[in-house]
């Protein structure tokens, strides 16, 4: 009893001293008593401010400094909803430990404990192993597809069922399934026979590959065509429906596209150079959040597609950009940003209502038609390609590539082109810039582009240029992302000041 009030004590008095360290904070994100006006306002992110407001080199000025700012972490509710899901996970790794740990068999000596968990989670011990109780005398076909998943690569050791108990592939150790593997062997033949027989495994995979590839277009007939969709153990590779998901995608970009010249026709207040600076801007935002791609890439996608059909002025573009993150964050992220935090992040120049009122508003526009394809869509799909023959370092091919797929985001001209055109001539700048003096395209990539090196020069000078250029001293938020060691600082790669014309010849070498 000393020992439990002892204990007792220390924790009262460690959640005190944790209590007495965490800094007090006030409901509404107003001043709290006792904290420093200066310490609180330097939490404070830097908002876009007036993106009109251009001072002398470039630069915004005023609040906004979009170059310079460096912005502080206010995301409070993300840290909270990781470490859930964190200690989550780590609840679900110990129970399925456990399980792990009772399906086995018991070794000889045992203490009292292990022997009262074994009783609750592991199964009753079986019978003698008598061979005609063991073998029924109809195998269901669950009972041996099992046996086959268990020994692929792809598969946990430590999956746990609902009801907490183990899962078919654990109960394939448990003692009533070891001393099969060691007595007649003819029983364990007998079994994968007859589930041959009944489930009608083929392991000719050459067969599968051609029933769902027959009718696939293939737009150049080139020899030496490696295959990227040979891997049938990993799922999220899709590889057997990877070819018709791209050429649904290649469908789909033409319908939900953005006007091409809605700056000339539409808007009357708003010009290109406002609409890099609010795309640079988001890009810290979303850095800073630590966002997924896709959630900047729709952003652009919602902002272009609204900005194609409804007029603005400049006061409220900065809204139109956050609304349109905040609709983009509830499609992709898992713990997206609340509204509140969009308006932080604005030096609550909007309110949430008005947030609320513009995401209704771009909602209602593009009929909740969310789902559309960009850029990066393509791009994982052309880099895997690009990474078969192992010609570049992986990474930097990955990097590079993305890199340049960004940059193109900012400049209004390249909506011209379609965004799988876009991906392909950021592939193909990046292996030029990687090994200038190899041609860059190859007829597998031509295959799974089906882009002939022709039909991507003119987008590839764009994207050269603004590679080469770079995008000016007062968009410097994608050129310092990919200037850091995590991206293997592919933003300050040298690269050739023109691309060799023969490269852009139609007879690729294979």
């Given at each position: 009893?000393?020992?439990?009030?002892?204990?007792?004590?220390?924790?009262?008095?460690?959640?005190?001293?944790?209590a007495?360290?965490?800094?007090?904070?006030?409901?509404?994100?107003k001043?709290?008593?006792?904290?420093?006006?200066?310490?609180?306002?330097?939490?404070?992110?830097?908002?876009?401010?007036?993106?009109?407001?251009?001072?002398?080199?470039?630069?915004?000025?005023?609040?906004?400094?979009?170059?310079?700012?460096?912005?502080?972490?206010?995301?409070?509710?993300?840290p909270?909803?990781?470490?859930?899901?964190?200690?989550?996970?780590s609840?679900?790794?110990?129970?399925?430990?456990?399980?792990?740990?009772?399906?086995?068999?018991?070794?000889?000596a045992?203490?009292?404990?292990?022997?009262?968990?074994?009783?609750?989670?592991?199964?009753?011990?079986?019978?003698?192993?008598?061979?005609?109780?063991?073998?029924?005398?109809?195998v269901?076909?669950?009972?041996?597809?099992?046996?086959?998943?268990?020994?692929?690569?792809?598969?946990s050791?430590?999956?746990?069922?609902?009801?907490?108990?183990?899962?078919?592939?654990?109960?394939?150790?448990?003692?009533?399934?070891?001393?099969?593997?060691?007595?007649?062997?003819?029983?364990?033949?007998?079994?994968?026979?007859?589930?041959?027989?009944?489930?009608?495994?083929?392991?000719?995979?050459?067969?599968?590959?051609?029933?769902?590839?027959?009718?696939?277009?293939?737009?150049?007939?080139?020899?030496?065509?490696?295959?990227?969709?040979?891997n049938?153990?990993?799922?999220?590779?899709?590889?057997?429906?990877?070819?018709?998901?791209?050429?649904?995608?290649?469908?789909?970009?033409?319908?939900?596209?953005?006007?091409?010249?809605?700056?000339?026709?539409?808007?009357?207040?708003?010009?290109?150079?406002?609409?890099a600076?609010?795309?640079?801007?988001?890009?810290?935002?979303?850095?800073?959040?630590?966002?997924?791609?896709?959630?900047?890439?729709?952003?652009?996608?919602?902002?272009?597609?609204?900005?194609?059909?409804?007029?603005i002025?400049?006061?409220?573009?900065?809204?139109l950009?956050?609304?349109?993150?905040?609709?983009?964050?509830?499609?992709?992220?898992?713990?997206?940003?609340?509204?509140?935090?969009?308006?932080?992040?604005?030096?609550?120049?909007?309110?949430?209502?008005?947030?609320?009122?513009?995401?209704?508003?771009?909602?209602?526009?593009?009929?909740?038609?969310?789902?559309?394809?960009?850029?990066?869509?393509?791009?994982?799909?052309?880099?895997?390609?690009?990474?078969?023959?192992?010609?570049?370092?992986?990474?930097?091919?990955?990097?590079?590539?993305?890199?340049?797929?960004?940059?193109?985001?900012?400049?209004?001209?390249?909506?011209?082109?379609?965004?799988?055109?876009?991906?392909?001539?950021?592939?193909?700048?990046?292996?030029?810039v990687?090994?200038?003096?190899?041609?860059?395209?190859?007829?597998?990539?031509?295959?799974y582009?089906?882009?002939?090196?022709?039909?991507?020069?003119?987008?590839?000078?764009?994207?050269?240029?603004l590679?080469?250029?770079?995008?000016?001293?007062?968009?410097?938020?994608?050129?310092?992302?990919?200037?850091?060691?995590?991206?293997?600082?592919?933003?300050?790669?040298?690269?050739?000041?023109?691309?060799?014309?023969?490269?852009?010849?139609?007879?690729a070498?294979?």
């Open positions: 009893m000393s020992s439990n009030h002892a204990a007792a004590a220390s924790r009262r008095s460690s959640s005190s001293s944790a007495a360290k965490r800094p007090a904070v006030a409901e509404g994100g001043a709290v008593a006792g904290v420093p006006a200066a310490v609180q306002q330097a939490k404070k992110r830097v908002a876009l401010g007036n993106i009109t407001n251009v001072a002398a080199g470039g630069r915004v000025a005023g609040p906004g400094k979009v170059g310079n700012a460096k912005l502080n972490s206010v995301n409070s509710a993300a909270v909803k990781k470490g859930s899901l964190a200690s989550a996970r609840v679900s790794t110990n129970r399925a430990s456990a399980v792990k740990s009772a399906s086995t068999k018991p070794a000889p045992i203490s009292r404990h292990e022997s009262t968990a074994q009783k609750e989670i592991a199964p009753p011990p079986p019978p003698p192993p008598k061979v005609p109780s063991i073998v029924p005398t109809v269901p076909a669950t009972a041996i597809v099992p046996c086959r998943s268990f020994a692929s690569p792809m598969h050791g430590d999956s746990v069922s609902v009801d907490e108990t183990m899962s078919t592939c654990d109960s394939m150790k448990s003692p009533d399934f070891e001393y099969i593997d060691n007595g007649d062997s003819s029983v364990l033949a007998s079994l994968q026979r007859r589930a041959n027989e009944n489930l009608r495994i083929s392991d000719d995979r050459d067969v599968e590959e051609t029933k769902w590839k027959k009718e696939a277009p293939a737009p150049m007939e080139i020899d030496h065509i490696c295959d990227v969709d040979s049938y153990e990993d799922p999220q590779l899709c590889a057997t429906l990877a070819s018709d998901i791209y050429m649904h995608l290649r469908e789909a970009e033409t319908k939900k596209c953005p006007s091409t010249d809605f700056m000339e026709t539409i808007q009357k207040d708003v010009n290109p150079s406002m609409r600076i609010l795309i640079d801007w988001l890009v810290e935002v979303a850095e800073e959040y630590r966002l997924v791609p896709d959630t900047l890439y729709l952003t652009v996608n919602y902002i272009d597609r609204y900005l194609s059909g409804n007029e002025n400049r006061q409220r573009l900065q809204l950009g956050v609304a349109c993150m905040l609709v983009a964050a509830k499609y992709e992220e898992i713990c997206a940003p609340q509204v509140e935090e969009f308006c932080y992040i604005t030096d609550n120049t909007y309110f949430r209502d008005e947030v609320l009122e513009m995401e209704a508003s771009v909602l209602n526009y593009l009929k909740f038609e969310m789902t559309a394809p960009t850029a990066k869509c393509f791009l994982r799909r052309f880099v895997r390609v690009a990474q078969v023959c192992n010609e570049d370092p992986a990474l930097h091919l990955e990097f590079l590539a993305n890199y340049v797929a960004e940059l193109s985001l900012l400049e209004y001209s390249l909506l011209s082109y379609p965004p799988s055109l876009v991906a392909a001539s950021a592939i193909f700048l990046a292996k030029f990687l090994q200038p003096t190899k041609h860059p395209w190859n007829s597998t990539l031509a295959h582009t089906q882009y002939k090196p022709s039909e991507l020069g003119d987008c590839v000078k764009a994207l050269h240029r590679f080469s250029v770079g995008p000016g001293s007062n968009l410097p938020a994608i050129r310092e992302k990919y200037s850091q060691h995590k991206y293997k600082f592919v933003a300050k790669k040298h690269c050739p000041s023109s691309v060799p014309t023969e490269f852009f010849g139609d007879a070498p294979c």
